[in-house]
């Protein structure tokens, strides 16, 4: 017991949604300390004065961005930062030894020009990108325990890759008739002031946007192409709904087969994630709700099957700043050091 030492870590963006989650897990996590919090516009400042519900169990400053001092004094790093900020960072940090868990965009793509055509930004970085793993574990679990650069996925690419895996792997479903309809939250816009969360703006109302060009097309693409074989078109429209957190993805697919039923489904995703603490398949004829996810690790899926269009409807519902954003980052953090990848996460929502 004598030699034990928390491993330290290090949180880049700890200012925004993503950084206080990881901020309060990690506080609470048995084998880290966090030494370091990071921050542009709010160096200089105590982080209680930032968070100040935290500010008891939080006595650190938000320090400015160097990646020199970072790699120093750290050995795991989250960077919670706006796109095109993270690649321009990572290979330093990584040149000093730490372990680096992106929950940008900038590690995502396994082809930068993907990166490039959607998010606006030519890259230097090819040879550091090409040693990224894509970061949900359900799928690339082993692969991510042999990394050193992790690009954790979107919120609804979570959400979304959770309910289609299964059905591709295992060439259940004709790819190209699936349809992703997601809603989400209105704090997956980050804390910086926007007009359309506005409460005035939002409450009461709900509506589709980035429709046939969200940023997170891509993404879900190519991990349902890696798991196809080939590549595929999904359709993928995101809705903005009046609540603080949680996304529920809606994904419809014609059946190869149209003799399956629910219950065969449901026996082939729990075989699917028999080895996946986060994941939960509900019990026929159960439909899940964001809030049985929110505020845990947690994500809850439901099936059904319509004989009439012999189409396959699945419903998964996670919290987006936690699985679909700090927890599973953190999750990741586990598995690369060999820890049980439960650690230090929430197993239980808030409820109600």
């Given at each position: ?204 109302s709900l509506g589709a946007y980035g429709v ?37 993805a809606t994904v419809y697919a014609t059946l ?97």
């Open positions: 017991m004598g030699n034990f030492r928390r491993v330290p870590v290090g949180i880049v963006g700890a200012s925004g949604y993503g950084g206080v989650q990881l901020v309060r897990l990690l506080m609470d996590h048995p084998e880290v300390e966090v030494v370091y919090l990071g921050g542009e516009s709010s160096a200089g400042k105590p982080f209680g004065e930032l968070y100040p519900h935290l500010a008891h169990a939080v006595n650190l400053p938000v320090e400015e961005v160097d990646p020199e001092i970072i790699g120093d004094r750290t050995e795991v790093v989250f960077l919670s930062l706006p796109n095109g900020l993270a690649c321009e960072m990572a290979p330093k940090l990584l040149e000093k030894g730490c372990l680096v868990l992106d929950l940008s965009a900038d590690y995502r793509f396994t082809d930068l020009t993907t990166y490039t055509n959607w998010y606006n930004k030519q890259r230097t970085d090819s040879a550091t990108a090409a040693t990224a793993v894509y970061g949900l574990p359900e799928l690339y679990r082993s692969r991510i325990a042999e990394a050193q650069l992790i690009g954790c996925p979107g919120c609804y690419p979570t959400a979304s890759l959770l309910a289609l895996s299964p059905l591709l792997k295992q060439g259940l479903i004709i790819p190209e008739t699936a349809i992703v309809d997601a809603k989400s939250g209105t704090s997956g816009g980050g804390r910086q002031g926007k007009i359309n969360l506005l409460l005035a703006e939002a409450d009461n046939t060009r969200h940023r997170h097309t891509p993404e879900i693409e190519q991990i349902c192409s890696d798991l196809a074989g080939h590549e595929v078109m999904i359709q993928f429209t995101p809705h903005l709904i009046p609540m603080v957190r949680g996304i529920l190869r087969d149209p003799g399956l039923v629910r219950d065969d489904l449901i026996t082939i995703f729990r075989a699917f994630y028999r080895n996946s603490p986060w994941v939960r398949i509900c019990e026929s004829g159960e439909y899940p709700q964001t809030k049985w996810a929110c505020g845990s690790n947690m994500c809850y899926i439901g099936l059904e099957v319509d004989p009439r269009t012999g189409r396959v409807i699945v419903m998964s519902a996670i919290d987006n700043l936690i699985k679909g954003q700090a927890g599973q980052a953190i999750q990741c953090m586990n598995i690369m050091m060999g820890w049980d990848e439960t650690l230090g996460l929430p197993k239980l929502g808030f409820y109600p």
